[in-house]
């Protein structure tokens, strides 16, 4: 089956304390990006990657790293998390760049990330 | 700044009738637009898009119009069904990223 897997699902943690939100993908897409829900503001894009070892910044990127080192792969990575860090986060893939006319983007189910 | 705003954060209509989700955007610019349905504790599942070289897209029970002089696009669903109960996100795209409305909460009542 097609997915984007996410983990964890949920999450509770402190400030300051490193934590890392795995993302995979079993379609073989060459662009996956990371995305934050919260009210009133809809999802808005972290990080994206364009392929293997190519990554660039989206709207929100402070306080968030990621790698990709695989294909299949975008790890999320808070460094030092702090409470407005609290959130929903969704991981996604395409086969190309977002939204053009030959492709969609697939999520996964989404990590609540509290920081206390 | 909001680019792509969706106003109404909720609706609800009933079942069999029609539900209207509009949308507004501010750049001119922005080419190509998605309509994303989000049921609870899952991710955002494609619905419908439309390119600005059309004014309408049909897809079953949705449509989706685009009026590029006002800036606007709305998302039709008839008729309405309590499974199509989510919140809708209307989204662009621009430059390799996806950039999403507020979102609005659709509610259908038997």
Same mark, same amino acid.
């Given at each position: 089956?097609?997915?984007?897997?996410?983990?964890?699902?949920?999450?509770?943690?402190?400030?300051?304390?490193?934590?890392?939100?795995?993302?995979?993908?079993?379609?073989?897409?060459?662009?996956?990006?990371?995305?934050?829900?919260?009210?009133?503001?809809?999802?808005?894009?972290?990080? +994206?990657?364009?392929?293997?070892?190519?990554?660039?910044?989206?709207?929100?990127?402070?306080?968030?790293?990621?790698?990709?080192?695989?294909?299949?792969?975008?790890?999320?990575?808070?460094?030092?998390?702090?409470?407005?860090?609290?959130?929903?986060?969704?991981?996604?893939?395409?086969?190309?760049?977002?939204?053009?006319?030959?492709?969609?983007?697939?999520?996964?189910?989404?990590?609540?990330?509290?920081?206390? | 700044?909001?680019?792509?705003?969706?106003?109404?954060?909720?609706?609800?209509?009933?079942?069999?009738?029609?539900?209207?989700?509009?949308?507004?955007?501010?750049?001119?610019?922005?080419? +190509?637009?998605?309509?994303?349905?989000?049921?609870?504790?899952?991710?955002?599942?494609?619905?419908?898009?439309?390119?600005?070289?059309?004014?309408?897209?049909?897809?079953?029970?949705?449509?989706?119009?685009?009026?590029?002089?006002?800036?606007?696009?709305?998302?039709?669903?008839?008729?309405?069904?309590?499974?199509?109960?989510?919140? +809708?996100?209307?989204?662009?795209?621009?430059?390799?990223?996806?950039?999403?409305?507020?979102?609005?909460?659709?509610?259908?009542?038997?």
């Amino acid at each position: 089956e097609a997915q984007v897997t996410q983990n964890p699902r949920y999450l509770i943690t402190v400030t300051g304390k490193k934590l890392t939100v795995t993302c995979s993908q079993n379609m073989n897409h060459e662009y996956m990006s990371w995305y934050r829900q919260d009210p009133g503001l809809g999802l808005r894009q972290i990080y +994206y990657s364009m392929n293997v070892e190519v990554t660039d910044k989206g709207d929100v990127p402070e306080g968030y790293k990621v790698s990709r080192k695989e294909k299949r792969n975008f790890p999320l990575i808070l460094e030092s998390p702090s409470p407005n860090q609290t959130s929903l986060y969704f991981c996604a893939s395409s086969l190309s760049i977002a939204g053009t006319s030959t492709d969609t983007q697939y999520f996964g189910p989404g990590t609540r990330l509290t920081v206390l | 700044d909001q680019q792509v705003k969706q106003n109404s954060p909720s609706l609800s209509v009933q079942e069999g009738r029609i539900s209207i989700l509009n949308c507004d955007y501010t750049n001119s610019m922005f080419d +190509y637009f998605l309509w994303y349905k989000k049921y609870p504790a899952e991710g955002p599942t494609f619905l419908i898009s439309i390119s600005s070289i059309k004014d309408k897209n049909e897809d079953g029970r949705f449509t989706v119009f685009l009026n590029k002089s006002a800036k606007h696009l709305s998302l039709h669903i008839v008729p309405s069904q309590p499974g199509d109960s989510a919140v +809708y996100f209307c989204a662009t795209n621009q430059g390799g990223k996806l950039i999403f409305g507020q979102g609005t909460e659709l509610s259908v009542k038997p």
